[in-house]
């Protein structure tokens, strides 16, 4: 290999990587080329010419500094030392490249960390036309050392645990460029909120005039209403967490003017880029649910992960549990009500997207179950339902029939007008909650 390629310690040693314990390819390169010295230096005393070769070789290619010294001793001709054909002698930067990755690291909390390298193409290659030319089979690839070595000397400084499957911070280094890039992945904070009052609604709403440049309509805000759950949750969490933005994600979604009742709706904050991730949640619950003045309350907060989210969104068609007020266009008698109950308790309910969701729903017809429907009186025209149904029917228009579209619907089997004054969302159950 060396006599047609100059390689470093590191370059060599990786051919034979699996060959051996517990010592790295640096010490296994400078083994061979000691070996291989020694052997020269055996053969130069015998007056062999391939000996003085050998030692040439090592001077140069190998810029084995034992071999230079023993030529020059006996007053041969030394030859330049060249650099390294795979690594281009980037394996002297290991240091640098580390001493860069700390020094971003130390902007960030994190636990667990994996580090990621960057080749050029040109030198992949090259490197896989060398390991062919030799027939290589107990070698390592330059990737692997390099993301072995860095992320051994990362732990050693920082005290962090290398994760592969789920690190927090992903230290991405181009030995080649010098480039060392973080990739720090989001934090996930999961809880229940409720919405104590009507007319929030859930996530941030941009004006529909501006689409949030701002305008007369919206008040130069952006926004429809000035305030969501969203931003009341993110608002804290951003400012605890030091990240640089949040996303929000909840199991399924109440109308603005329905309130979230009961246990609360599952939800996850993400929030990307936070450079604090081990902050204390009941504190951050607590400053929350100060800020929000009673309008907002967020509980059971907890971390969570990627995986989490998916469940959580599988979560929408879980079941539900409604409150809703209904006024009738005339008085019902309890008979009716009797009925109604009966007829909406194992109910199978078609239901085409609602005029009022059409903009930003597909229109086609969805099939949702009704479990139960407990029915109270309240006034001669006016009663309270209890609905437990699978997640994603529209309550409103299981009320109205929004003009036939939700069949069978509340107006129609009592044959009145029926209307919903107020809504409300008691349960969303989660499975296994
Ligand atoms: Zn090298
Ligand atoms: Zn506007």
Known sequence: MLEKHPLCNHCLGRQFALLGYGLDNKKRGEALKLMLTMKGHKL????????????????????????????????????????????EGQFKLLQ???????????????????????????????????????????????????????????????????????????????????????????????????????????????CSECRGKGCPRCNGTGKMYSESVEEIIAGPTLQKTCGEETAFHAAGREDVDARMLGPGRPF???????????????????????????????????VADRDMVRKLKKAEAAQKIYKVIVEFDRNISDEELEALEKTLTNLLVHQQTPLRVLHRRADRIREKHIYTTKIKRLKPSRVEMRIRCQGGLYIKELITGDEGRTDPNVTKIVNAKAKPLELDVLNVVMEGS
């Open 44 to 87: 130069a005393l015998l007056r062999e010419k391939a000996g003085v070769s050998l030692l040439k070789t090592m001077a140069t290619n190998g810029s084995f500094d034992m071999a230079a010294e023993i030529l020059r001793k006996t007053k041969k001709r030394v030859g330049k030392r060249r650099e390294c054909h795979l690594c």
């Open 96 to 206: 640098e490249l580390v001493d860069s990755s700390v020094e971003k690291l130390q902007d960030y909390e994190y636990g667990t960390f994996l580090v990621g390298i960057e080749l050029p193409t040109n030198v992949e290659e090259r490197e896989d036309e060398f390991k062919a030319e030799f027939a290589v089979k107990h070698g390592e690839s330059m990737r692997n050392e390099f993301s072995r070595n860095i992320g051994k000397k990362l732990s050693e400084i920082t005290q962090k645990t290398t994760e592969y499957a789920k690190p927090e911070v992903v230290v991405l280094v181009n030995p080649f460029t010098k480039q060392v890039t973080l990739q720090v992945n989001p934090l996930y904070i999961m809880g229940r909120y409720k919405k104590l009052i009507r007319g929030i609604p859930q996530s941030k709403w941009l």
């Open 268 to 302: 996850i904050i993400e929030v990307k880029k936070p450079k604090k991730r081990f902050i204390n949640l009941q504190n951050l619950a607590r400053t929350i649910n100060k800020q929000a003045e009673d309008k907002v309350k967020v509980l059971n907060l907890c």
